[in-house]
């Protein structure tokens, strides 16, 4: 039976910093990378959306709505096109 890798813990002040910075790209409509945990890097993408009730992030991705949690984006970072 193989376990699947625990997510990294990180502290409260790593958390609010990273919501900060999404919730400053959405109202800027900046175009992010983020890393998200356990994936590969998104390409550039849009925060669009910030749904406190399930603690999840909506992006769009080339047109796309998706949803990620937000205990899952490990960074967010700004492409350099």
């Not at 959306?49 to 949690?69: C, F, H, Y």
């Amino acid at each position: 039976m193989s376990k699947k890798p625990k997510r990294p813990t990180r502290d409260e002040f790593v958390l609010e910093e990273l919501g900060e910075r999404l919730v400053e790209a959405m109202r800027e409509k900046e175009r992010v990378v983020l890393d998200v945990w356990a994936e590969e890097k998104t390409p550039p993408c849009t925060v669009v959306e910030l749904d406190a009730r399930t603690s999840r992030v909506g992006v769009m991705v080339n047109g796309t709505k998706q949803w990620i949690p937000f205990l899952d984006i490990m960074s967010v970072e700004y492409p350099r096109d």
